[in-house]
């Protein structure tokens, strides 16, 4: 306890460090508020069926995603998943258009212009999912007895403010990454989620007692420290690291070199792409809901597809959400880790790998490695995505299963972890203690906060 006032204490001590976890607060406050002003002409009132559209399989995620303004058909009600989509696009085209791989590797102007991209591609799917949100708002409205306003006029215009209540929450996002505490997207993402976890923990307690009693209440206390159990998990697989011993040789006259000088390590991570495989995997999941409000009708409710979005702990969901992580994980890894450029700057700054050879050798050596220890991570990283149907096979409720893995539970850590490293850098620049006793907090980049 001491540690944490005086770590505290340190915090307010440091007016930059102050300013942006105030600044960071005040966006959040603004997102808050924001998912609870509906669409002018929605009455709040008639929105019940569309919450209990939202309470499981696929809405309940995208609804948690959203921080519940999906279901509140708020104006952030489409949230952050269009730029995710449109981000993964771009990064696709990153790896597989010679032009975009230009543009990436011309530095900060060529971010620039990738981010304007992302921007422009972001307002494209916006234009296409508000339409397919209110076709989805009207039905539900009217199973519960209840109409949208007519005229084109208004849908018109509930479109053009869901884009703008949607860029305004990515621009709350980046501003939070220029001028807050941490990756103001992820930032959002993790409001929105632990926005929903005191309702799921007060509706999973008042479940177990008054089903079970006094056993109930065993039950719920297990579950609170299997949970623990799995953050301490995730923990681990976001922190985990291979570390492969590099030798800088000593340079002597006439330009020759020692064999013998200092050693480092490079840090490769086992799951080098952090929570981003399954942000990714879920942004695909998602893309069917985009359409199901055209093609969804009393006669094709045996649609295969439609069935496996609504079923969430179903089986071939589950599979097609773990091949997706892999994947995603593989893809990631590769965009993130280059070992060509990793071999090249390591034999400019005259490093070599004990028993390789530099250049080539040390990339495709970098790169085997990196292969061998992606594969059981990524298998890692589907598991625990996938743990909250498992867990609800034991009779949890979904809304509280969803924090035992999955999306929640890895975006919760690698957050947090990555947003008290930033915290953590800031103290130790400014010659005050870091937030850990002993060793330093490692974000999802793998290296430590000095």
Partial sequence: MKKLIKTIKDICNIPDLRTRILITFLFVLIYRFGSFIVLPGIDPAALTKLSEQ???????????????AFSNASIFALGIMPYI???IV?????????????KQNEGESGRKKIQQYTRYLTVFILLLQGPSYLVNLAMQMKAAGAALPAGMWFRISSTIILCAGSMFVMWLGERITDKGVGNGISFIILVGIIARFPG???QEFASCVSNQGGGGLIKFLIEIIALFVVAAAAVLLVQGIRKVPVHYAKR??????????????IPLKVNAAGVMPIIFAQAIMFIPLAVMPWVLTDTNDSNFVINMLRNTNGFWYNLSFAVLIILFTYLYTAITINPTRMAEEMKRNNGFIPN??????????IDDIMSKITLPGSIFLAIIA??????????????????????SLLIIVGVVLDTLQQVESHLLMHHYDGLMESGHIRGRSGMSAY
Avoid: C
Avoid at 390 to 406: E, P, T, Y
């Fill in 54 to 68: 939202t309470s499981s399989g696929l809405m309940a995620l995208l609804d948690m995603f959203s921080g519940g």
């Fill in 85 to 87: 989509s449109a981000s």
């Fill in 90 to 102: 771009i990064q696709l085209l990153t790896i597989a258009v010679p032009s975009f791989q230009k």
């Fill in 200 to 202: 799921a923990v007060t």
């Fill in 252 to 265: 002597v006259e006439n330009g020759k070199t020692s064999p013998v000088g200092v050693r480092n390590y």
């Fill in 356 to 365: 390789v050879k530099p250049g080539t050798p040390t990339a495709e050596y």
């Fill in 386 to 407: 996938i743990l909250p149907a498992i867990i609800s096979l034991f009779g949890v409720s979904n809304q509280f299963s969803h924090f035992f893995g999955g999306t």
